[in-house]
């Protein structure tokens, strides 16, 4: 299917249960073959957005397309070419991992091309009855589920939560092999330091309402170093902070903590002219810029009160 | 952890016929109603040829040619010697459209609640398949839950008359006996999917279900006890299944059975349009 708009298009949606507003007028579009995230925390609306595009709630207001197909007029034709993974994967307890697949293969309409390569290397057990998986057993099967037809979109709630690292590892692996066949993924989680591994760019969503939708690379450079140093001199937190770029500047013991953002040239040029004994930067976890984007309104909102 | 890739060439995914595969899966989940119901009609008509003899004997006319008793097998009864008579008021009466019409009920209202709980119906729904086919396959698989027990109640009638000498059962009148049942039963199946089409839980879906069944039978008993209330009997769907009177009279208002199925129609297509306007809970 050629469509020459994003693959997903959401435009101003709302969804509202009674007087409580869960979605609030959130666009956005996601490309061809990009790994999307959308980050919120719990509660900010990720799912109820990913379940009104797949039409199992309706949105009070605003359209969702995906592959140039409205996602409530034709949604039949549109879900042919997607692959989903809820957030909370729960299966009949009875039906074993076999009759699973069978059954929404089926439904489907395709058989399960992909099928034998996910057992293999999600190491899926599927004899045992549904009951007698654990959280995350049943999350592998939730993952064979979204992929084994080998959609070209993908919409994923979460799909890392209960596996352990080792095989987060290798379902990032995954991810990034299955955009590389061009395969669109759109997924959504709490927790930035999963998706900033796969993902091109990420929205953020807060109580409802779109934040921001930024490239991981601009997130990163927001983010910019941390640095540590140690001096041989007498140095002030202020002759620090005074440096561009250098914020959050924190003293502890002899050490001076601080966050740089941008080039580093001008600190480099600012601690020559000091004794420095130790001097340590790394890259600032994206984890803090994420949660600025929640705090900060709420800050904003205490110091006007 | 094995450590596959994923082949560069993957053959496009083959076609796969759908089948009926909600409805199958339906009638797998109800396999407990199910089997109580086939257990039960075959229960009751072999425990009908059991006592046959023994209740032959009794003389049980003025006892249950009463109103009261009327009202609770609902039909006039005659010639209590009979076996179509003894078949008519333990298999046939309103009682077993009670019991019968109430797995049915339970049945339908449970289906599609039943995968909100276990979780399938979104995964389902995110399929190249209409809630309006979601529906109508589970209110099929319903119907056949439905005949399913029929039918095993007629195989055991037809043991019945390998057992009791002489059971004069009139073949004909007996089908046409076991359709007013299954017109009572269509009712119940559109009264569960109805109620299934708007709850979330399976069991409150069944209960509620059950219960309009259940208030039907007393506004059947209360309406029978006399000429006062006798317009109850008229807005309860047990007047319209009187099931005993074929089999046993060989008599039937024809359009009666259609009530049921008419309304029980009109209860399946609401829940339909219920169910497609509605939000899906998450589970």
């Known amino acids: ?305 | 952890m094995a450590t596959t890739t994923i082949p560069k060439s993957i053959p496009v995914p083959k076609k796969r016929a759908q089948g009926l595969t909600v409805m199958v899966r339906t009638i797998i989940n109800a396999r407990t109603p199910l089997a109580m119901g086939c257990f039960y009609g075959a229960l009751i008509a072999l425990l009908s040829a059991a006592i046959y003899p023994a209740m032959s004997q009794v003389n049980v006319g003025a006892y249950l040619s009463s109103s009261f008793v009327s009202g609770l097998v609902g039909a006039h009864l005659t010639n209590f010697s009979a076996f179509p008579t003894i078949l008519g008021l333990e298999l046939y009466s309103s009682f077993d459209s009670l019991l019968f019409g109430g797995i049915l009920a339970w049945i339908g209202a449970a289906a599609l609640p039943l995968t909100i709980e276990n979780g399938t119906i979104d995964l389902a729904l995110s399929r190249p398949i209409s809630r309006t086919r979601y529906y109508l396959e589970s209110w099929l698989a319903v119907l056949i839950c439905g005949a399913i027990i029929g039918l095993v109640i007629v195989f055991a009638v037809w043991i019945d008359t390998l057992i009791v000498k002489n059971a004069d059962i009139n073949w004909q009148w007996l089908w046409i006996t076991q359709l007013v049942q299954w017109a009572f039963m269509f009712f119940a199946a559109g009264l569960g999917l109805f109620f299934g089409s708007f709850f979330n839980a399976s069991r409150a879906a069944g209960g509620a279900a059950v219960g309009i069944i259940a208030l039907g039978y007393l506004i059947q008993t209360f309406g029978t006890l006399s000429d006062k209330f006798s317009w109850l009997l008229k807005i309860g769907p047990f007047y319209y299944a009187p099931a005993t009177d074929p089999l046993i009279n060989h008599q039937l208002t024809w359009w009666y059975p259609w009530v049921l199925v008419v309304v029980g129609l009109v209860l399946g297509v609401v829940g339909l349009v219920v169910f497609n306007k509605r939000d899906l809970p998450s589970v």
Request: charged share 25%; hydrophobic share 40%; with cysteine.
């Open chain 1, 1 to 305: 299917m050629i469509t020459q708009e994003p693959v997903i298009v959401i435009d101003k949606l709302e969804k509202s249960y009674g007087k409580i507003q869960a979605v609030r007028g959130i666009s956005m579009s996601v490309e061809r073959s990009e790994i999307f995230g959308f980050l919120g925390p719990n509660g900010a609306g990720k799912t109820t957005t990913i379940r009104c595009m797949l039409d199992v709630i309706r949105p009070s207001a605003g359209t969702i397309r995906v592959l140039g197909m409205n996602a409530q007029r034709d949604k039949l034709a549109m879900h042919q070419h997607i692959g989903y993974l809820p957030g909370d994967v729960r299966l009949p307890g009875t039906m074993t991992g076999k009759q699973v697949i069978d059954y929404f293969s089926r439904l489907q309409g395709l058989e399960p091309v992909l099928l034998n390569d996910l057992i293999a290397r999600f190491d899926v057990e599927i004899k045992r009855p549904m009951k007698s998986y654990s959280k995350g057993m049943r999350q592998k099967i939730g993952i064979v589920l979204a992929f084994m037809c080998d959609p070209e979109v993908l919409i994923l709630d979460e799909p890392s939560s209960g596996l352990d690292p080792l095989l987060q590892k290798v379902f990032n692996e995954f991810l990034l092999e299955e955009q590389a066949r061009g395969k669109t993924i759109f997924m959504s989680s709490h927790i930035m330091s999963e998706v900033e591994k796969v993902c091109h760019r990420v929205a953020v969503i807060r109580k409802g309402e779109l934040v921001t939708v930024e490239e991981v690379e601009a997130l990163r450079e927001k983010a910019g170093q941390r640095v540590t140093v140690e001096f041989g001199d007498a140095v002030t937190e202020e002759e620090l902070a005074r440096i561009p770029g250098v914020n959050m500047v924190r003293k502890s013991n002899s050490s001076f903590h601080f966050n740089v953002r941008g080039s580093m040239d001008p600190l480099i040029k600012a601690l020559s002219q000091h004794e420095v004994a130790r001097l340590q930067a790394e890259e600032a976890p994206l984890e803090e810029v994420f949660l600025k984007f929640y705090e900060e309104p709420e800050k904003a909102t205490a110091t006007k009160q």
